[in-house]
């Protein structure tokens, strides 16, 4: 099956710095992939589509200024936090869609922690 | 706004048993309706999928019963085994969007 990959997988950051999240597709290209945000114990919650080569479609309530997405290419996206502070603390995984229409390859995530 | 509601939140099962997992939905919009299945600390992954027009779909130890007049689908896990201990997630699609159920963490004991 198709492979998604996001870096880096854990990452610590102080609060008020900007943390870059990559995912990138890595056997096949994608024009679209998605952010989730998950929190403990809770369900993904679908923060953005990326689209390569144009910008990316917020879902409401998230901040596109707080969490900047880049889809450089059809292999990479990324997720940018700025400014980033605990309550941004959260697992934040990536997909992109399979050739079946109800089909997504996840990421393995990346574990954010801001102190 | 709560478009799939899944349940129940957790469940144990002995080995060998039958694990069933509930999800409703709301609008009739959908195209389809997966299911992904999801260890600790790691991404979703696809388990199932079953189409609208379609009442049962069987793979393996999965299968998927679907009523689309109640707008209810279902997991079961026959045979199930420690290895199946993960938290489950239904979905439905929307265009290309998934939105997921709530989640079931599903234990099983030897």
């Known amino acids: 099956g198709a492979v998604v990959s996001q870096h880096p997988s854990r990452v610590i950051c102080k609060s008020g710095t900007s943390v870059k999240i990559e995912c990138r597709s890595l056997d096949f290209q994608a024009t679209t992939m998605f952010w989730y945000r998950q929190f403990p114990k809770k369900s993904l919650m679908l923060m953005a589509t990326s689209n390569e080569g144009s910008k990316a479609t917020y879902e409401q309530g998230v901040e596109k200024d707080k969490f900047l997405i880049n889809h450089a290419s059809l292999t990479l996206s990324t997720l940018t936090v700025t400014s980033a502070h605990p309550e941004d603390s959260s697992f934040y995984i990536c997909s992109a869609p399979g050739t079946a229409p109800y089909e997504q390859y996840f990421g393995p995530g990346t574990r954010l922690t801001v102190t | 706004q709560q478009q799939v509601k899944q349940s129940p939140q957790s469940l144990i099962v002995q080995k060998g048993g039958i694990s069933i997992i509930n999800c409703a939905y709301e609008n009739t919009a959908f195209d389809y309706f997966p299911w992904y299945q999801q260890f600790p600390g790691k991404g979703p992954a696809l388990l199932i999928a079953?189409?609208?027009?379609?009442s049962e779909k069987k793979e393996g130890r999965f299968t998927i019963s679907f009523n689309k007049s109640a707008k209810q689908f279902s997991l079961h896990i026959m045979d199930s085994q420690p290895g199946d201990s993960a938290t489950y997630f239904c979905a439905v699609i929307n265009t290309d969007k998934l939105i997921f159920g709530t989640g079931t963490r599903l234990q099983v004991f030897p």
């Open positions: 079953i189409r609208p027009d379609v």
